[in-house]
């Protein structure tokens, strides 16, 4: 299952890394955001936890407001300008949900796998993202409002900081899961071997 987790990470790089062509962005947002709901449904379909299917729905969700607020700019700017004030809290919400949901699930799979010590590590894992998270949300929120245009760019760097930090944890849980899935495999080719 380290290929959902994979796609969470190249998701999130696609977030937070833009190459431009002209005025197009060569992978748009919602590109990432799609990519994030196909692990959520890959994930739900491998474990059947509905911290993954609303996950996958969240994502989703990003993906479709992510599309149109493209398509806004397009148009042009200004017919989507009630959104740019509370566009970076309504994202900032709704990605924190995704991310404490997918390691929410991630800590129940370790749980359904026995791994009690390794649940409870990565459940604090989840509440540090998720106060992450939500600072993130509540800067980029007061500066957009308050137009605070001066200290903008450490809210940006904090916010590329964060999300380097999500792709080493995305990064991370995909080789925990290729290496679970290694031993289920020998495990299951010695069992055969025995018999």
Do not use: C
């Amino acid at each position: 299952m380290g290929e959902a987790y994979r796609k969470i990470f190249w998701g999130i790089l696609i977030l937070t890394f833009h190459i431009n062509l002209g005025p197009f962005q060569i992978l748009p947002n919602f590109v990432g955001y799609f990519l994030m709901a196909s692990a959520g449904a890959m994930l739900f379909d491998r474990y059947g936890f509905i911290l993954f299917q609303k996950a996958k729905h969240i994502a989703g969700a990003l993906g479709v407001l992510s599309l149109v607020e493209s398509l806004f700019f397009f148009m042009g700017g200004s017919v989507f300008a009630p959104f740019s004030s509370f566009g970076p809290l309504l994202f900032g919400v709704l990605e924190l949900l995704f991310f404490y949901h997918v390691l929410g699930g991630y800590a129940l799979s370790l749980e359904m796998n026995g791994d009690k010590e390794e649940r409870e590590q990565k459940l604090r894992l989840q509440r540090s993202v998720t106060v992450l998270l939500a600072i993130q949300a509540g800067l980029y929120f007061v500066f957009s409002v308050l137009y605070l245009t001066s200290i903008m760019a450490f809210v940006l760097i904090f916010s590329i900081l964060v999300r380097l930090y999500l792709m080493s944890i995305f990064a991370q849980l995909r080789r925990e899961e290729d290496g679970r899935s290694l031993e289920e495999h020998s495990t299951g080719s010695e069992s055969a071997d025995t018999n």
